[in-house]
């Protein structure tokens, strides 16, 4: 999971670009890049390891010149979280000169490396899977240009890149390239190009608005809270499989590059990877997660006693809705208990299992007027490691709760997620392999309660067009049909201790 951002002015862009990646921060930590690009071609980079507001300085700024751009905030899921090499964009130099952002996952990366070396000829200095794509979009731009199209041979044309020969390029990427992808280019000298994987299993929506003389200018982000800060107008989500191709002078060119779609977005972004102001697919973020408390409250009546809780109280800030329906549904009083100190990232996307386990302390204080004799219903989004679940339950009972109910507003995570999410061994996640019972006692809780798989698709998707979603780390079926067992257990046996 990471954060992209791209736009396309008629004045400076990096002002801007830095503001949606502060937006956008809870979609990643580990580093932040900013690219930019003058009308002539020259571009301007600037990538860090860390947050934003810590990443760029003024002179950063200053040199981030051009009417065109993008930006990334990461979050490891393929490569080294600690190598600076690996922060994005990527960029490589031909044809014309390529920056890229991406978010996602692909998931045959040991077949395009062995076919980048001996086919295209291209060479790879990280295990970055976004330099797997940068690479193979700049492969298959080179032979839209060269005559490998099948059209007139002889070299790079000359004259304006055809957006038909963007649009070809984005196809032959799509039979290429398998997993998750929502990706952002800029091509120096002509344009920004915008790209989503045939499932849409990562978001990636487009905005426009009117300068002062009338004049269009576009942004395309990971989340719609983007557009809504910077004044933009949603055109729509970028369809699955489809491209779309802003020139320098704000001219738009969209064409659909997949022979086949499915749109299957991740549930995962609707439980807890995105700000709950955002709407994804034409789903609002917010109203889905009072969707899952509602029914996860009819769940927590028939497992639970009812003289068992006292108060329902949310972990802040991801499981607030759900918190606050289940509390609405069941008649039981709601009440905050932790504070949280909002300098501390996220501890489900810091990077270590060590970082995460110490942070949660450091996030959460448990405030012993609100626990002390009381039973105490704990609502969180959801639970992979258990590390992030065991500390608070033991802060409730230190802060004196008499008994301890948590309740995941997402089912059970059993398997692993190969789509841009860093859950990639089954041996990490407390529920491989355990009853719930099982996964209660290991927490350190007196009743354990999960959302239904059936209730959480039901949830996200009432009211909506859509009839799929990828929930492979609930239900082990991955959308793309591609992810096979030996896929997996190369994952698990790859992963870095």
Known sequence: MCGIVGMVGHGPVNQEIYDALLLLQHRGQDSTGIATAEPSGVFHMHKVKGQVREGFRTRDMRALLGTIGLGHVRYATKGTASSEEEAQPFYVNAPYGLVLVHNGNLTNTRELTDELFHMDRRHLNTSSDTELLVNVLATELQATLTGEDGLPAGGVRKGELDPAQVFQAVSRVHERVEGSYAAISLIAGHGLLAFRDPFGIRPLILGVRADEHGRDEWVV?????????????????????????????????????????????????????????????????????????????????????????????????????????????????????????????????????????????????????EFAGKNVLLIDDSIVRGTTSREIIQMARDAGARSVTFASAAPPVRFPHVYGINMPSRQELVAYNRTIPEIAKELGCDYLVYQEVDDLKAAILEGSDITDLDMSCFDGRYVTGTVSEEYLAWVEGSQES
């Open 221 to 369: 982000a990971s989340e719609s809270l983007v557009l809504d800060n910077a004044g933009f107008d949603v055109v729509r989500d970028i369809a699955p499989g489809e491209a779309v191709f802003i020139q320098l002078d704000g001219t738009l060119w969209a064409q659909q590059c997949a022979e086949t779609t499915q749109l299957a977005p991740c549930s995962f972004e609707y439980v807890y990877l995105a700000r709950p102001d955002t709407v994804m697919n034409g789903i609002a973020v917010y109203e889905a997660r009072l969707r899952m408390g509602e029914r996860l409250a009819d769940t927590i009546a028939k497992y639970t006693p009812r003289e068992a809780i006292d108060v329902v109280m949310p972990i802040p800030d991801s499981s607030r809705p759900a918190a606050m329906e289940v509390a609405r549904k069941l008649g039981i009083e709601y009440r905050e208990g932790f504070y949280k100190n909002r300098y501390v990232g996220r501890t489900f996307i810091m990077p270590g299992q060590a970082v995460r386990k110490k942070s949660v302390r450091q996030k959460l204080n448990a405030m012993p007027s």
